[in-house]
């Protein structure tokens, strides 16, 4: 993802590093189908943009263990 944005001198990587890592802690993960964010804290961020036109990306409180069970395979 830095590539991407970096200028050709390679010397401006450190002014956009933390918003690269918030991108992709909160962007959706194909193998796990979730975001990093949601399996370190078992929600999903709020966003600005979430509080600005008042969504709400959390809105049933799950049982903790359902993700781990799930994650697990145990049924």
């Not at 991407?4 to 918003?19: A, E, L, N, Q």
Request: with cysteine; aromatic share 12%; glycine share 6%.
């Amino acid at each position: 993802m830095l590539s991407m944005y970096v200028s050709s001198c390679h010397d401006d990587w450190d002014d956009i590093v933390d918003f690269m890592v918030f991108a992709y802690n909160t962007s959706r993960q194909e193998t796990t189908g979730l975001t990093p964010f949601y399996l370190l804290y078992g929600r999903e961020a709020v966003l600005p943009v979430d509080v600005t036109l008042g969504n709400n990306p959390n809105p049933a409180a799950k049982n903790p263990w359902h993700l781990a069970t799930k994650l697990a395979g145990i049924r």
